[in-house]
């Protein structure tokens, strides 16, 4: 049924939100309340966290349906098994350390109403701890390959809906019909730029994604893994390289792979000389040891590309200083 917000308001779309939580802690109850009072339908998804009284939370929030795992089956896994048993017309995905306002369904409703031919929304993400500090604000993709969260650690301005590479996972709302056509997150990444490889696949397809400012979220980040952790680490590498290999159409590959061979090399040397060799080399190795179904699944994602290279190419980023310095990269909306 049709959605109403905390004030009461009703005639939204019909969404399903989902959280996912690996030994978030207490994150996952603020994440919880602030979702309950969206009014809409809420699954909390859990891969086996030792630090969550999952009894104590079925208890506190009775409206929201409660799946249980009993290992850690990756964000990736996690999240497309939870949103399988969805039936509404969109799907959200709010990290467990990410609070989203009050109106932010209301924000993503007033896009939705303003672009209906749309079928992927991402929020502006602010530091929980530092409210005038950006999270991210959608995802980018360099020309090379690189995926990285547009706008981080840069002050919070006034901003307007624009279009951008892809969504970030933290905070999002996509079709179903969408999500499934695409297959969903992919699984073998486990969790580490699947958001990332979901915009880029859909993109190829034609779709876009559009970021809505309004729809605001306070996002803590790493709330289960540290962001230079060694998990972290390893599924930053490994997943880079497959992302790349997958998505990107081929003279840009040919064009732009020295630029990704050197910069991954350049990180890799400068991660073994603060003693990360074991890690990074066996992420890239791995990477490489695995490409023989990464490159199975390429030639299906280029063979159902609906747009040119160079069009893609255009959605690119190829500002240096905003690489360089993880500035946003948002493109004027038709």
């Given amino acids: ?32 309340q602030a979702l309950s009072g969206l009014g809409c339908e809420v699954v909390h998804a859990d891969n086996g966290s030792t630090d969550i009284d999952m009894d104590a939370l079925a208890e506190e929030f009775p409206q929201v349906r409660q799946i249980r795992n009993t290992q850690n089956l990756g964000f990736a896994k996690g999240m497309n098994q939870a949103a399988a048993t969805a039936t509404t017309q969109w799907i959200g995905f709010i990290n467990p350390d990410a609070f989203v306002d009050r109106d932010w369904l209301w924000a993503m409703q007033r896009a939705i109403d303003a672009h209906p031919q749309v079928s992927i929304f991402t929020s502006l993400q602010v530091d929980a701890e530092r409210p005038g500090v950006m999270d991210g604000a959608g995802d980018s993709v360099t020309f090379f390959g690189f995926p990285y969260r547009s706008g981080f650690g840069h002050p ?5 809906m624009a279009e951008v590479f892809a969504p970030c996972g933290a905070a999002m709302l996509i079709r179903r019909e969408v999500f499934e056509r695409l297959g969903g997150f992919d699984e073998r990444f486990f969790c580490y730029c699947e958001d990332a490889d979901l915009g880029f696949r859909a993109r190829l397809t034609g779709e876009v994604t559009v970021f809505v400012p309004e729809a605001k979220v306070a996002h803590i980040g790493s709330a289960s893994t540290s962001v230079r952790s060694d998990f972290a680490l390893y599924h ?5 390289l497959w992302l790349y290999a997958k998505s990107m159409p081929l003279w840009l590959l040919v064009l732009s792979l020295p630029v990704h061979v050197g910069l991954t090399l350049v990180g890799a040397i400068k991660d073994t000389l ?19 179904p990464i490159l199975r699944s390429r030639k299906k994602i280029q063979r159902a590309r609906t747009i040119t290279a160079l069009r893609l190419a255009k959605s690119l980023t190829w500002n240096p200083v905003k690489i360089a310095t993880r500035a946003m990269d948002h493109r004027r909306l038709p």
């Avoid at 959605?3 to 603020?30: F, P």
């Fill in 1 to 32: 049924m049709p959605v109403s917000s905390a004030n009461g308001r009703a005639g939204m779309t019909e969404v399903t939100l989902i959280t996912l939580s690996y030994n978030s802690g207490i994150h996952t109850q603020k994440c919880l």
């Fill in 156 to 160: 919070v301005v006034q901003m307007e």
């Fill in 236 to 240: 930053g590498y490994r997943n880079r």
């Fill in 274 to 292: 603060k003693g990360k060799a074991g890690i990074v080399w066996t992420a890239i190795f791995d990477a490489l040891g695995g490409m023989g």
